[in-house]
């Protein structure tokens, strides 16, 4: 089949001798009025999509002999084709007395994790309708994202709708999808403990490389590649073995673990799509990002749940693997704002996500620590070394080498320059006020619930 003549529907005015028939589809989610020239009507009746948008609302069909008007070509990018398919949407509505609502749906995966809440916080915000993707589970894991029930109380969705679903299943993804037809998509769902990875390699890379295949795929099943916007959350461990201080976009990728190989391939696999079927895919490469909905079993959260529990006397002493570990850390608020940004953009780009700055696991211990009026002073070397509190003498800190990785990642900063300079996007929360706000957060939560 030949590619059809693109006529634009102007050149069609009501009673046109040129026009021989309309075909109307109920696919269609544009508002806009998209009209198709065909060389003959076999053409048309075997093609059923709008080429740019895959919406149609009614193709106007005419023969090789049609002069004039309808014999006009558009030889144009796909998005400038998206853009006069907006235009004409905006001339129907206002010729039809109808507002015209530019449409704002996002499915988001991992939406009951500490980054999809936020995120899912900031789209709700935006008039956004959100669609969830939830795991299911014998016991509640929507802690995060109940305060967003339209009625927390009787769970009642509102704008906020979740689905059961998991990336290890396409056909449920496919299912999603088709249903709810996005325009925007972030891949947050992932197993994303570094350490964890470790011990379950297969699941990991299953999950967090082929599940974001998965999506892409389901994305072009459903017929979405040129209308769905797609986010995936890469992650600065695919730098691992630093290739360069600080990393970029353009730094060598050295994972160090299933984790970081695993969103590897999810990374590529996004370039991949991006260049062979022209979809509005991109990376985020987000360095380390805290908040006090961070995990239990991750580093910052454990240190300032049991600086907290110390604080109260519920605890005494807590233990950490390698203290010398170096990360640029940010708050996941701060960067559930670049995610937004990167899918506003005219073009798809990667971007690295950072504060730019670099703190130790050590230092974040003494900052929770000072935090509570304890200052922390080191003993010993290696596994042997603790941690003691300088005022009591009591020891707070361990180290067990059962928390070392097999591989081990010194040292991550970010350089976010070109979000700086091409999404205007900076970091507002700096390093002494995450570890603030996040021992304050568990004070108060230990406080009601010394078990949580």
């Known amino acids: 089949m030949t590619s059809p003549r693109l006529a634009p529907t102007c050149s069609l005015p009501i009673g046109c001798d040129h026009r021989r ?20 009507a076999e053409e048309a009746r075997r093609f059923s999509h709008c080429k740019h948008s895959r919406r149609v609302l009614i193709g106007v069909f005419v023969s090789p002999s049609s002069p004039g008007c309808c014999d006009s070509r ?116 992932a197993q994303s403990h570094v350490k ?109 749940r049991s600086v907290a529990k110390i604080h109260l006397g519920q605890l005494e002493s807590f233990s950490l693997g390698n203290l010398d570990s170096k990360r640029d850390w940010g708050h996941a608020n701060d960067y559930v704002e670049a995610m937004w940004l990167m899918l506003q953009q005219e073009e798809p780009e990667d971007f690295v996500i950072a504060t730019g700055e670099v703190h130790s696991v050590r230092e974040f211990v003494e900052k929770a620590f000072k935090r509570v009026g304890k200052t922390i002073v080191w003993d010993g070397k290696d596994e042997k070394e603790v941690g003691r509190c300088q005022e009591t003498g009591v020891v707070h800190v361990k180290v067990d080498p059962k928390y070392f990785r097999p591989t081990e990642v010194d040292y991550l900063q970010g350089d976010s320059t070109k979000a700086y300079q091409k999404m205007g996007w900076k970091p507002k929360v700096t390093f002494e006020e995450l570890v603030k706000e996040m021992v304050d957060a568990d004070i108060e939560l230990m406080k009601k619930n010394p078990n949580a």
């Not at 673990?257 to 979809?279: D, T």
């Open 74 to 189: 558009l030889q144009t990018s796909r998005r400038s084709e998206m853009a006069q398919c907006s235009e004409t949407a905006s001339v129907s509505s206002a010729v039809n007395g109808e507002p015209n609502k530019e449409r704002k749906v996002a499915v988001i995966t991992g939406i009951t994790g500490q980054d999809g809440s936020y995120l899912a916080e900031f789209l709700l915000a935006r008039g956004y309708e959100v669609h969830g993707i939830l795991r299911r589970s014998s016991s509640f894991n929507t802690g995060r994202i109940e305060h967003l029930y339209q009625n927390p109380q009787a769970h009642t969705e509102g704008n906020m709708k979740l689905h059961y679903g998991d990336l290890t299943d396409s056909t449920c993804l496919v299912k999603i999808i088709n249903q709810v037809k996005p325009t925007e998509i972030y891949n947050l769902g």
């Open 196 to 304: 964890i990875s470790f011990e379950l390699a297969e699941y990991t890379a299953n999950v967090d490389g082929v599940g974001t295949l998965r999506l892409l795929d389901a994305i072009k099943t459903c017929g979405l590649t040129n209308s769905v916007k797609f986010y995936q959350a890469s992650t600065s461990e695919l730098y691992g073995k630093v290739q360069e201080i600080p990393q970029k976009e353009t730094t060598p990728f050295y994972p160090r673990s299933p984790y970081g190989a695993a969103k590897l391939y999810a990374y590529w696999i996004v370039v991949n799509f991006r260049e062979a079927y022209n979809m509005f895919a991109v990376n985020g490469i987000l360095f380390n990002h805290e908040s006090p909905r961070r995990g239990s079993n991750f580093v910052t959260r454990k240190i300032s």
């Open 21 to 40: 028939f309309l075909l109307r589809t109920t696919n269609c989610l544009c508002p806009a009025v998209c009209s198709f020239g065909f060389t003959d």
